[in-house]
């Protein structure tokens, strides 16, 4: 889950680049906290209604891809609406291991700041074009998407811990570039785009350490 629809472009200048790094992550840190009220909204939730929310949060994200373009209040609402709607979705899953092993969540929340915070600087710091890695990583995401569902239905000893490390080794890459782009781009209205990539990659890198440390063995 990867939104990459702002292309790399010449640096701007220092303050306009301050500017934007401040406004996307204040939407970035408004997004997680509607996540949360969404997690806990929905924590007594069944998961049949999880995939139906799953769609309705990216029904927002693929409108806000458009709305971008024509309005930024409607594209930030529509961020908002994604983010309230993942927490929701994903619910089920965070109020299992809450019950199952709590520690398990706080431990996953450290380690996704770190692992953000570390892929993130790296990113935004380097000179090199990270493009070309994306798309390879891109391709990379697919494959696990099919490897992930091929565990489903075959058993692979320890599919899912390899899933899940593949997971970061992506998502790390991922949010190197993710951070990249928000140093290289233009344009303020891009802010809610590169918000919800940074976003997505925060959540997928906690639900990726979530199912490392929530293992029983």
Do not use: E, H, K
């Not at 990270?130 to 696990?144: D, E, I, K, N, P």
């Not at 899940?164 to 785009?193: E, H, K, N, Y």
Request: charged fraction near 10%.
């Amino acid at each position: 889950m990867s939104s990459d629809s702002v292309p790399l472009r010449a640096p701007m200048t220092r303050d306009a680049a301050g500017t934007l790094l401040g406004q996307t992550m204040g939407l970035v840190a408004v997004t997680a906290g509607l996540f949360a009220a969404g997690a806990y909204l929905g924590r007594d939730l069944g998961y049949q209604w999880g995939w139906l929310l799953f769609l309705a949060a990216f029904g927002c994200l693929i409108a806000m891809n458009v709305a971008a373009q024509r309005s930024d209040g409607l594209a930030v609402l529509l961020l908002f609406g994604f983010g309230l709607l993942m927490g929701v979705a994903t619910a089920p899953t965070l109020s299992y291991y809450a019950s199952a092993d709590p520690r398990a969540i706080w431990q996953a929340g450290g380690a996704t700041a770190l692992f953000i915070a570390g892929f993130g600087a790296a990113g935004y710091a380097t000179r090199r074009d990270l493009s070309a890695l994306a798309r390879v990583l891109f391709w990379a995401l697919l494959g696990l998407i099919v490897f992930g569902i091929v565990t489903i239905f075959v058993q692979i000893p320890n599919g899912s811990r390899i899933y899940a490390i593949l997971g970061l080794v992506i998502f790390a890459g991922l949010t190197a570039f993710d951070f990249q782009r928000l140093r290289r781009s233009q344009d303020l209205r891009t802010a809610p785009l590169l918000a919800a990539s940074i976003f997505l990659d925060i959540l997928n890198v906690f639900l990726l350490l979530l199912s490392l440390f929530g293992r029983d063995d």
